[in-house]
């Protein structure tokens, strides 16, 4: 409680629209939070939306160190891979049910904030005929809009940019007024 991460997770669960909320905090991480809803707008074609949450606990003063901000947008970045081809579409469900695998068998809790194992099987085999769409999040402890230095814009638009020429990822920042 009380953490960035903490705070992310309670703020997804006061929409019921997420059909999944996931803790995928931890080395080999798709994210930290991962929000999964199902667009049925079209029953003949749903659309997968998921959200991947990438948070970074600050280093130091919170939010004006742009190294803790190039982490973020690092892990950023590296979420187009889970768009690389169709088969990594499915991957992405493959590597969150294994993670929470490998979580439940030391007995710790499931990761599963919302929904079960069992909904997201059904979320991974309906993403291979399904399309997956992205949005990418970034937060970081104290980052303020109104004082950020130029470094740190320079940096969140570079990987707005490549997000958006890639594989046309939305992306927004979290963060202070």
Not at 80 to 106: I, K, P
Not at 128 to 141: G, M, N
Request: charged fraction near 25%.
């Amino acid at each position: 409680a009380g953490t960035i991460q903490h705070n992310i997770i309670e703020r997804l669960q006061r929409n019921p629209e997420y059909t999944v909320i996931f803790d995928d905090d931890g080395s080999n991480e798709a994210a930290d939070v991962v929000a999964i809803t199902i667009d049925l707008s079209k029953p003949t074609v749903p659309r997968i939306e998921v959200e991947l949450y990438h948070l970074k606990y600050a280093g130091g003063a919170p939010g004006r160190r742009l190294e803790d901000l190039y982490v973020v947008c690092g892990q950023a970045q590296r979420s187009t891979s889970w768009l690389a081809n169709h088969g990594r579409r499915t991957d992405l469900f493959t590597h969150l049910l294994s993670r929470n695998d490998q979580r439940v068998q030391r007995g710790a809790p499931t990761r599963f904030e919302r929904g079960t194992e069992e909904l997201l099987l059904q979320i991974r085999e309906m993403s291979r005929r399904s399309d997956v769409k992205l949005k990418v999040y970034v937060a970081q402890p104290g980052l303020s809009k109104a004082q950020a230095s130029h470094g740190q814009l320079m940096l969140l638009a570079v990987t707005e940019r490549f997000l958006s020429d890639t594989y046309e990822i939305p992306f927004s920042v979290m963060c202070s007024p």
